[in-house]
Structures are given as C-alpha cells and as structure tokens.
C-alpha cells in the first residue's frame, strides 16, 4: 500500500509509520511537498492535514489543507477515485476539505477523529472509525 501522509508536525509522522509498519508512506510535512508529489506519482491513500504551519512560514502558497483539496480538482482529476482521509483538529477546516473534494467529484473522501488509536490494520487494508 503507498500512502502519501501530509502534516507538519513530525510526531504525527512517527507515529503513523509505527501504526502501519509494512506501509510504503511517503511523508510529506507541506503542501508544496504535498502538491508536488502527487504530481510524480499515484497513491492508494492520500492523508491529509488542514493546519500547516510549516507553508505558513514561507508564505510560497496559502498554508492550508483546503488549498491542496481545491488544486487537487482542479489539477488532478485523475485521483478522483483515490481513498483519502482528512486527519486535523480543526473540525471546520477538515469538513471544508471533504465538501471540497465530493463537491470536485472525488469518491471516497472521510474525515477521521485525531485520535490515532482508531486507524487499524487488518488484513493489509486499513480500518478507521469515520466523522
């Protein structure tokens, strides 16, 4: 399974690649980074984050999740049917980018609590409880 993980803190980091050891994540802590990596290469789940901060420095692009769902309709139709997972303790800023991608034709779009005993591995798949 590759899994492309985007948040800027690197604890969250450590431990999602703890939970899903036989994993192929690639960890990407911007949405710069992000965007770009989409770009290379499809994924079979896409993790996201709402805050980032580390953009928010760099000022290069706007430093949020909903940045990276709207560039996704926009530029990469051909992940519309990608499993992906908005992980944030901004509730808003998570249920933002979920509208965002079913409104922009993706399929399978969840939000998940911040509370990483609820993503489970089973089988090589993955188990999580939904918002």
Known sequence: MKILFLDDNPLR???ISNLLPNANIVHVYTAREALMEMNKTDYDLIMLDHDLDEDAEN???????????QYMIKNYKHL??????????NHSGAKRMQDTLVDGGFTDVYRIPFAWQTIKVKNDSIEFDKV
Do not use: A
């Not at 000022?59 to 769902?69: A, E, K, M, N, S």
């Not at 519309?80 to 303790?89: D, G």
């Open 59 to 69: 000022r290069l692009i706007h430093p949020d999740g909903t940045y990276v769902t």
């Open 13 to 15: 980091h450590k431990t």
């Open 80 to 89: 519309r049917e990608t499993f992906v997972v908005i992980h944030s303790l």
